[in-house]
């Protein structure tokens, strides 16, 4: 290791999976609305504070009026979790899976909904034949594949005539992608995969199908309180409105906020996904230039711009393992670790928290781990 040149330029921010946040300290008080802080939710001013950043979200993500968003419990889990159980049951299921979250959603639907869903599955760095869907069914499926660097290319393949509801997780898809809304039924993220945010609390984003399964539909098994959405037959409005189903962190919801009013200032949703595509370029150019390195996802059309998953030639668990506690030490990336049910390899999240310079930083680091681990 002696031989091998540390690089000097350490990224501004190092490099989280999740999404790290290439701006001020959403925590810093001055940045803060204080005044809500302390206050309960119940109160208007806390209200106020949940119906404005439900405003926000609706502005940036172009979110026509017919959809409704609400802040649930449990992150993109918990949104995702609320939406199956509340509205699967009425047709036949598709669940899709290419990463460990698709897979999830198979386990909850035929283990735990016994739902005898039909499952379509691609290795991970795959996408399957969205050709093989039956739109009489619900159909789930995650819109990017956090763990796999895998995505949909974009909407085309779903049906307007569909029958059933889709079920899209969206985690890293929302605010990097210009998201389809009229074919999409049900969508769920969380403030912390492109707004770099808080987790904790889940976005649920439902069509006026999902509205109609929801009022027309009462699943066969129970429902805990922190999953109804309706009462006596109808929506709950106020949970779209801000009246959220249980406490939220009214601190996490200034800092979703603050991500929300920094993402209009760098240009909203077209600026949010500039700054990632220009990140996935830089990272590309990277891997280009480099014949050890590779993306899991071959097909650049299927390829996700915010969770970018890499081979890296000779690899197994343990080389890569020892990769990214080199990088960890010098400070100048964390977790970049591939998933662990994943193919050995890398996962760089190319966000829009993230800044491009800091991309193109970090490949001299990659250099100087591989040499190190080689040498």
């Known amino acids: 290791m002696t031989n091998v040149v540390k690089p000097q330029n350490i990224p501004a921010r190092p490099f989280f999976s999740s999404g790290p946040c290439a701006k001020a300290p959403t925590w810093a008080p001055e940045k803060l609305a204080t005044e809500s802080l302390g206050r309960s939710h119940r109160a208007k001013i806390g209200k106020n504070r949940l119906a404005y950043c439900i405003d926000l979200m609706r502005e940036l993500l172009n979110l026509p009026d017919t959809h409704r968003i609400g802040i649930v419990p449990g992150s993109d889990t918990g949104a995702f979790e609320m939406a199956m159980w509340t509205m699967l049951g009425a ?118 199908r999902a509205v109609e399964r929801l009022e027309s ?35 996490a919801v200034e800092d979703a906020i603050f991500n929300l009013e920094w993402a209009k200032e760098v240009g909203g949703a077209e600026g949010l996904m500039a700054r990632s595509n220009a990140n996935a370029a830089a990272l590309n150019k990277i891997v280009e230039e480099r014949d050890w390195l590779g993306h899991l996802a071959i097909d650049e059309a299927s390829r996700s711009t915010t969770s970018v998953c890499l081979t890296v030639e000779g690899a197994d668990a343990d ?21 662990r049910d ?34």
């Not at 922190?226 to 106020?238: A, C, D, Y």
């Open 217 to 251: 539909y009462t699943p066969a098994w129970p429902l805990p309180k922190v999953f109804r959405l309706t009462k006596g037959g109808k929506l709950v409005e106020g949970v779209f409105k801000g009246e959220t189903i249980n406490t939220p962190s009214m601190l």
């Open 342 to 375: 994943a193919p050995a390899g890398l996962r760089i999240w190319c966000g829009a928290t993230v800044d491009t310079a800091d991309i193109e930083a970090l490949g001299p680091w990659l250099d100087w781990a591989y040499a190190s681990l080689n040498a």
């Open 91 to 208: 047709r036949p299921v598709t669940a899709m899976a290419w990463e460990s979250f698709g897979d999830g959603w198979v386990t909850d639907a035929a283990k735990q909904l016994k739902l005898d869903p039909t499952v379509i599955r691609a290795d991970y760095g795959q996408l399957p034949d969205l050709t093989q869907v039956d739109w009489s069914n619900d159909v789930l499926f995650t819109w990017n594949g956090t763990t796999s660097g895998v995505r949909v290319p974009n909407g085309d393949w779903i049906p307007d005539d569909r029958e059933g509801l889709t079920f899209a997780d969206s985690t890293s898809a929302v605010f990097a992608y210009d998201m389809p809304w009229d074919k999409i039924d049900v969508a769920t993220f969380s403030w912390q995969k492109v707004l770099g945010g808080e987790g904790g609390h889940g976005v649920l984003i439902l069509g006026p």
């Open 319 to 339: 080389f890569i393992k020892k990769f990214a506690g080199l990088l960890e030490a010098e400070g100048a990336a964390y977790d970049i670790a591939g998933y």
